[in-house]
């Protein structure tokens, strides 16, 4: 079989490669027992789902996010079972939950929209929605960790031909997470991972994630300000208030920026989520701008077949910090990348998605000093390797914290296991 490539790259040290085929077709929980709890997180008005809530263990470092169906599931360490939950999201009150009250099988949990802020109560906001974010760029140093830490995280990858699940990566890592006041780059090391790809879905196209979990990491816009914007490009953006929020019964101020008008180049706009009180960064959710499809296209593609035209129709991203004891530390990244590909001698185009996303799940201070070797260093441009028998163990994580999959993930991971055991002999 002959090969062709297709070389995509993205900001934020993302890129993705697309192989044309002629045929068609650790900070982690110490060994101990552990208690696991599984719910869903409901607004308590409309009983819809609260995704990407995060879900702690009180005076721990211990955490995960309910996914987009706000289901979530969580593995106490016995030590800990007597302790309290609390439970944190984006225009809610926080609440706080006994763990012995929660129930073994699954709990419902509502929370309560927080109240509106005002924006005559906000009197301590600056007057200039840019000299805020200046603020917040410039008290990084103060705001951010700068010790290094050793993180343990859950990422997950999928990649859709349309809306036909047609790959799905699931990795355990190890992140040694360099301090903000660093210009050293964060490095990786797998845990424990897993994969499945049906080639037959991609039909002449198959596509992979070169970077894996680095892709998520890199969204860091603390850390990896030069992606997005830094002090330096700040003149290309304008930035403008829009109705503060709450984040953990704390104010949050929310920055809008976009590309200024006059400026056609492929550039950012979002929202930046702002903490009231320490003017760190909590969050943001951010597009790139594909209207110049020229530009945009050059951010992502090297090299492609000459018959092939592709493109990027979408490029989203949302990034999360968490606040423990007044230091604010990365905590979630989502990246949704969307793709076109036509074929010259073809009438229709192919859509094609990735999505990853990542999870702190645990962290811990490297007091020791700790290294990674070379060798077990993930590189930044790996690829995760085909291991698809985790699919069908159930205890496959053992101890460790994931983010629970989607319902169309989890009907996707049905369809692999039922294909495993037609594979097994008699």
Known sequence: MKTAQVIIRGHFKIKLILILCVCLGIGSI??????????????????HPIPLARVQINNTNISTVSNSDGVFTLKIP?????????????????????????????????????PTILAQVDINTPSNARTLV???????????????????????????????????????????????????????????????????????????????????????????????????????????FEKSTQINNNLVYVVAFKQKE?????????KLYIDADSYAL??????????????????FVIKKPRKAIVYPTEASYVIHYKNDNNTWQFAYSNITLAFKVKWKNRLFNTRYTLQSEMAITNWKNNTENSTLK?????????????EASGFSEPDFWGKYNIIEPDK?????????????KKEQPN
């Open 374 to 386: 070379h060798k077990d260093k993930l590189k930044t441009n790996a690829i995760l390797q085909n």
């Open 408 to 420: 169309s993930i989890e009907y996707a991971i049905d369809k692999i296991n039922k294909e495993q």
């Open 262 to 270: 006059n400026n056609d180049d492929a550039l950012y706009y979002g």
């Open 134 to 240: 200046e603020k917040m760029l410039t008290l990084k140093n103060k705001n951010y960790t700068n010790n290094q830490v050793i993180m343990t995280g859950f990422y997950r990858e999928t990649i859709k031909r349309r809306n036909r699940n047609a790959s799905l990566s699931e990795a355990v890592v190890s992140i040694y997470k360099e301090p903000y006041t660093s210009t050293t780059t964060d490095a990786i090391t797998l845990v424990k991972a897993r994969k499945q790809t049906d080639y037959t879905r991609l039909d002449t196209v198959a596509l992979k994630l070169q970077g894996g979990p680095y892709s998520a990491l890199h969204t860091d816009i603390i850390k990896y300000s030069e992606y997005v914007f830094n002090e330096s490009n700040l003149d290309r953006y304008d930035f403008s």
């Open 78 to 114: 016995s030590t800990d079972v007597q302790n309290f939950l609390t439970i944190t999201a984006l225009g809610y009150n926080k609440r706080v939950i006994k763990i012995t009250n929660l129930k073994e099988a699954f709990n419902s949990i509502k929370l309560d929209i927080a």
């Open 282 to 299: 909590t969050r943001s959710a951010f597009n790139l701008n594909v209207e110049n499809r020229e530009q945009a296209t050059r951010l």
């Open 30 to 47: 110490n060994a101990q027992s552990i208690e696991t709890i599984k719910g869903d997180l409901l607004d308590s008005q409309t009983d």
